[in-house]
């Protein structure tokens, strides 16, 4: 939904109040925009009790990044929505490491446990990453990695050899990975920051130039926030997840959820 230019102009000057010292002014935020924080809560985890903590957490974690002088200038509500789709990830992230019991036998088939709230957030940064991808590159994934056809049955549909198939192929799928992992990259404001955030995802895949690198390296060597940001897409990385493979039909729903709103 499109907020009102009235209505944006209005969150502008409240964050600049909270910047500020108002705290009454962030009690304001919460009220302008808790209602659309609590829909896109449910979206993403069954428990109401569940929904309600996450958006508690989500509004404390907003506003102690604005009293520390970062957080957005404008936007307020999109960068709270992002907020909260990584507080959620980061929830069940850590969720999933937790167990209390005293009986660890069930634990010695090595089964894999496998969390819903993860797995509609892993859906969604898939099918966010494919419909950012070119529109040449969906093509060729959704019939190579979902419709399971090879490169000689797809070559005639995009009028190349399979063997050029199988290169482009291999180029979406990258292309596919790397803005996968851009997706859990949360949203920075200092100029150098945000410049490190939309690259980190090509840096932990090795899809950089040399001086772009060497520009990134060095921000990461001061700079707490994005480094933190970067070991965490780097484990993710280093998982072995596929955003169009990964624990049977998930990481393919993503995409299939991308094709079927519009995309390719």
Known sequence: MTIPASETDIDTDLLS???AGDTAAYGVLYQRHRAAARALAYGLVRDPADADDLVAETFAKVFATLRAGGG???AFRAYLNTTLRHV???RA????RLEFTDDLTRYDEGEPFRDPALDRLERTYAAQAFRALPDRWRDV???TEVEGASPAEVAPH???TPNAVAV???RAREGL???YLQQHVAVADPPECRWTGDRLGGHVRGRMAPRDAARLETHLAWCAGCRARHAEITEINQSGYRPYKQRGPVGADGLRVAHENGAP
């Open 141 to 143: 994934l959704w019939r």
């Open 158 to 160: 995009l009028g190349l």
């Open 168 to 170: 482009l192929a291999h």
């Open 72 to 74: 957005p200038l404008v």
């Open 93 to 96: 992230r850590r969720d999933r």
């Open 88 to 90: 959620c990830y980061h």
């Open 177 to 179: 990975r790397r803005l």
């Open 17 to 19: 109040a909270v910047r």
